[in-house]
């Protein structure tokens, strides 16, 4: 992991075959793992 800002990671495994821009929250919890997932709000009914 290279830390790029205080919310946003690059992931690289295998010698860069799989790299990955990671973004997170204020509490340093991963909101978006792209190409995979990100995470969705929940709200309260």
């Known amino acids: 992991y ?3 800002s205080p919310t946003r990671f690059r992931y690289e495994s295998r010698g860069g ?3 990955a ?3 997170t929250d204020e509490l ?3 909101t978006r ?3 995979a997932w ?3 709000a929940v ?3």
């Open 38 to 40: 990100e995470r969705v």
């Open 21 to 23: 821009e990671l973004e």
């Open 2 to 4: 290279t830390r790029l």
């Open 17 to 19: 075959s799989f790299v």
């Open 33 to 35: 793992y792209p190409p």
């Open 43 to 45: 709200t309260s009914r």
């Open 28 to 30: 340093g919890l991963v």
